[in-house]
């Protein structure tokens, strides 16, 4: 079992920023892929960024250039630094751990409770 905890949600300004964290614990598997995910009302669920064990990274176009993923080893901990936060941002954001587990000898999936972040004026 993984727990994942995020933090850093809320309300901000257009063209404003917002660090969202996510602490993992439990049976972490050392290669793994950590992702954020997000959902705004009426949408599906989509990919915002993610990023391996190695700090290989991938984005979604849409926030390309004012988003960064990065990660912390030493405190399984990853981050989602949001720039120039657009009204279309607004979602609930929620962080996923990919990895595997080596008892079972499958694939360990695994997501946390989620985070509103909202930006509007």
């Known amino acids: 079992q993984v727990q994942l905890v995020e933090s850093g949600g809320g309300l901000v300004q257009p063209g404003g920023s917002l660090r969202l964290s996510c602490a993992a614990s439990?049976?972490?598997?050392?290669?793994?892929?950590m992702g954020w995910y997000r959902q705004a009302p009426g949408k599906q669920r989509e990919l915002v960024a993610s990023?391996?064990?190695?700090?290989?990274?991938n984005y979604v176009d849409s926030v390309k250039g004012r988003f960064t993923i990065s990660r912390d080893n030493a405190k399984n901990t990853v981050y989602l630094q949001m720039n120039s936060l657009k009204p279309e941002d607004t979602a609930v954001y929620y962080c996923k751990y990919s990895g595997w587990n080596r008892y079972l000898n499958l694939p360990d999936n695994f997501w946390g409770q989620g985070t509103q972040v909202t930006v509007s004026s």
């Open positions: 990023i391996t064990n190695v700090g290989n990274t």
């Open positions: 439990g049976s972490i598997f050392k290669f793994n892929t």
